[in-house]
């Protein structure tokens, strides 16, 4: 569990790919380019490089 109130994606040159509010608990992974995000049971999905 993260208690963080956001999570964001940046590229290796630093610049913010996009952000979005997640609110605890919350979890994500990760695959094949796509994140899963798990908000108090609410699941998304979106490409990694675009976002929400």
Known sequence: ???ELE???WTVD???LW???VEPPWSYD???GR???DVMGSV???D???GP
């Open 1 to 3: 569990m993260s208690a």
């Open 7 to 9: 999570l964001a994606a």
């Open 14 to 16: 630093g610049e913010k």
């Open 19 to 21: 952000t979005t509010f």
């Open 30 to 32: 990760i695959d094949a």
């Open 35 to 37: 994140v899963r995000v």
């Open 44 to 46: 998304r999905s979106f």
């Open 48 to 50: 990694l490089r675009r």
